[in-house]
């Protein structure tokens, strides 16, 4: 085939030309009802005997597929829904050389290794269940990884002027009425008959927050008001679409919206930037940034859009960090900046958002009491522009990025298993647990390793097992009240007094802070 160096020729039909030459295939005539409009013109491609619908574009011929690999074959229903016929999946990748190729097939054993699905599990952090589908079982420690992400962030919000709230899970659709998402999200939602009216469990936070804002008068002299919330939200995702913690029906996300006045955009903006440059920067995660512009459908007035995107622009650029236009792909409600992470194996993840949002605080009549002029007799009352901001994103994809990212190797401050103790015998364990209980009174998750396998074995265990530490006590440390430090790397650190390990552990936690 590629030394036949065959074309790939495009063909360009009307609707009712495609459905005519693909009569034969029900699939293709359901791809071509759904997605090409009535009178519009589509595309397919013709190789030789084959042809087939596609947008492109192809290379020109098969010749410069130089090398190629069939990665793997898969069932899926039609569509994502369990509903629909089952067919089969074929995946393939191809390159202009073999060693691309094979720097190709490296990352993607180098992904398996670190599958966050195989990682999880097999570190006992978390799993999931037929019963509960996309709803995650957060075991022991991963629930310490969880929680960490949560603290850190709750720790940040403190410093930066948030104040955390707390609202209901569930609401009456009326709200979703107002806020505009029965209209276009209810499929999403878990909706429920009670006492013969529709409720629904949250996808989302902001509407509650609008209503937390409106129950009493605001005055400017709040604003901004930041609110932050770790509500649980729940999303009614196909189940075909459901994959690991990347896309799941129940999770937490550290959820922020800030109501504020017009000119307090820019300094907001750049504030929220910072943050998401401390947080990232934390983890090792390097990131690229995106300005989403007015669209062509929009609602609002378009000297007030000019103005927010100007205000966002200007904190980019104050931010000094390199960031791209994407021109029209802003909500029809506000601008927004989008931001990009990359993982140790370069690969892409959508993690933060802010959003500039106009509709919401029109659509629930939000107002504050503005600064009286110098001509103004009475109070004039203004609507606030709404921010919305994530930085981890859902903590639970968060976690399956950290978790690839790091290949499982979790630093000391956040991980699940810290530091394991491993006695040379049985007689000596008695001190191993007289070291626990200092250490645990610190806060550290420590264990002791009092099985009866050889000292080498249970340090090897240990350190596959990822704890940071593994202290080891025998005779020696006892007589001398200290321990033999190593890391999971096998990097011999020696002796040390308890007091002395004790300082370096807080000096390495003050260190991420």
């Known amino acids: 085939v590629v030394k036949g160096k065959h074309a790939f020729e495009r063909i360009e039909m009307t609707k009712d030309e495609a459905l005519e030459m693909f009569k034969y295939n029900d699939f293709k005539i359901d791809v071509l009802k759904r997605k090409v409009p009535d009178g519009a013109q589509c595309t397919a491609y013709r190789c030789g005997d084959l042809i087939d619908l596609c947008r492109g574009p192809h290379v020109p011929d098969t010749s410069k597929v130089k090398a190629f690999s069939v990665m793997k074959n898969s069932a899926a229903y039609w569509q994502g829904q369990a509903s629909n016929h089952t067919l089969q999946r074929v995946y393939g990748v191809s390159f202009p050389d073999n060693k691309e190729l094979k720097q190709h097939l490296f990352r993607i054993e180098e992904a398996k290794k670190r599958d966050h699905r195989n990682v999880g599990p097999a570190q006992e952090l978390f799993f999931f269940h037929e019963l509960s589908p996309g709803s995650c079982f957060w075991l022991p420690h991963g629930t310490r990884i969880y929680n960490k992400l949560v603290d850190f962030i709750k720790t940040e919000y403190f410093k930066r002027g948030y104040h955390e709230v707390i609202t209901p899970n569930v609401y009456n659709l009326k709200l979703w009425e107002t806020s505009g998402h029965a209209a276009h999200y209810k499929e999403n939602m878990f909706i429920f008959n009670v006492e013969g009216q529709e409720f629904g469990m949250k996808p989302m936070n902001c509407p509650g927050h609008c209503l937390m804002f409106a129950h009493r008068q605001r005055s400017y002299r709040e604003l901004p008001w930041r609110v932050a919330d770790f509500g649980v939200l729940h999303r009614n995702e196909m189940s075909g679409a459901l994959t690991g913690l990347t896309r799941v029906r129940r999770f937490q996300q550290d959820d922020a919206h800030i109501f504020c006045k017009p000119d307090d955009v820019q300094k907001e903006i ?79 993840h959508q993690c933060a958002t802010i959003q500039l949002d106009f509709q919401l605080p029109i659509r629930f ?13 009475a109070d004039k009352e203004d609507k606030p522009i709404i921010i919305h901001r994530a930085i981890l994103g859902s903590v639970e994809r968060f976690t399956a990025i950290l978790t690839e990212h790091l290949a499982g190797k979790w630093p000391f401050w956040i991980s699940p ?97």
């Open 270 to 348: 750049e504030d929220m930037l910072l943050f998401i440059d401390y947080v990232y920067g934390k983890f090792g995660l390097n990131y690229e940034m995106f300005l989403s512009t007015r669209p062509q459908k929009y609602i609002g007035d378009i000297a007030m859009w000019d103005e927010a995107e100007k205000q966002l622009s200007a904190a980019l650029d104050n931010n000094g960090k390199a960031w791209k236009l994407n021109p029209e792909d802003g909500a029809f409600y506000g601008p927004k900046i989008d931001i990009n992470v990359f993982d140790a194996l370069g690969r892409k």
């Open 417 to 513: 298993r810290q530091i394991a103790i491993v006695p040379v015998s049985q007689e000596h364990a008695e001190y191993a647990e007289e070291v626990k209980a200092v250490l645990k009174n610190e806060g550290y998750y420590v264990d002791v390793d009092a099985t009866s396998k050889t000292l080498n074995k249970k340090i090897r265990e240990n350190q596959l097992a990822q704890y940071n530490y593994i202290l080891v006590v025998g005779a020696e440390e006892i007589q001398n009240k200290t321990v033999n430090v190593r890391t999971r790397d096998n990097t011999v650190h020696g002796s040390k007094s308890i007091p002395q390990l004790l300082q370096e552990l807080h000096d390495e936690v003050v260190q991420f802070h």
């Open 365 to 377: 009549n939000l107002k504050y009491t503005a600064a009286a002029g110098v001509d103004d007799s």
